[in-house]
């Protein structure tokens, strides 16, 4: 029996979002463009964190698009999500390196910070957006606990240095808001703008 044909390609390289739509039984196809989308991107001058993520899943949605019609693809519609951490009006982006890690990971001990979600939908002809919006409160860490973190590999490649499904999680005292939406991929937001987009769920 052949397995069930994509119903849609994820402009991502996050193992994470891959999870979720497969947790929600979405079948999908990742793009690999030759620059995954994956990497954070610059914010311009003046940008607003909000404004910032928001642009981001759209672009990378309309690069997963364009790329797909260069490559003469089965057109698809095209998922892409963009998540920003937003400490006191500022970007956290991902840690380039351990003491960039260490870093914001001091930053954000003992505080209450922003987790923002874009997801953009690309279909012919259309662009349907949403985002998630969660608070998360991190108790305070010590160092030695930020160090024993970062031997741990996980810091790298994440917004705000930590992921919350993993060794993280006994960090976080509370969540207010989406969980899914922090680990990469707002499963109700995303829902909601498959609707849109005429994409059935299982």
């Known amino acids: 029996m052949n397995p069930p044909a994509p119903r849609l390609y994820l402009a991502s390289a996050s193992p994470r979002r891959r999870e979720l739509l497969l947790q929600i039984g979405l079948m999908h196809q990742v793009l690999h463009t030759p620059a995954p989308a994956g990497e954070d991107e610059p914010q311009l ?6 404004d910032y993520v928001l642009r981001t899943a759209r672009e990378k949605a309309q690069r997963g698009q364009a790329w797909m019609m260069r490559q003469s693809l089965d ?4 998922l892409a999500a963009d998540t920003t951490v937003i400490l006191d009006g500022a970007v956290l982006g ?4 351990r003491a960039d890690a260490l870093r914001i990971l001091r930053s954000l001990s003992g505080t209450t910070h922003e987790v923002r979600t874009a997801v953009a939908l690309a279909t012919p002809g259309h662009l349907f957006e949403a985002v998630c919006v969660t608070q998360v409160a991190l108790r305070a860490t010590t160092a030695l606990e930020r ?3 970062c031997d741990s590999g996980e810091p790298y490649g994440k917004a705000g240095a930590y992921g919350i499904q993993g060794v993280a999680g006994i960090f976080i005292e509370r969540i207010t808001g989406s969980y899914s939406g922090v680990m990469g991929l707002p499963l109700y937001e995303t829902a909601q703008l498959l609707a849109r987009g005429g994409i059935d769920l299982p």
């Open 75 to 78: 057109v698809l519609p095209v």
């Open 45 to 50: 001058p003046g940008e607003s964190p909000a």
């Open 147 to 149: 160090e024993r973190y």
């Open 94 to 97: 991902k840690p380039v390196d």
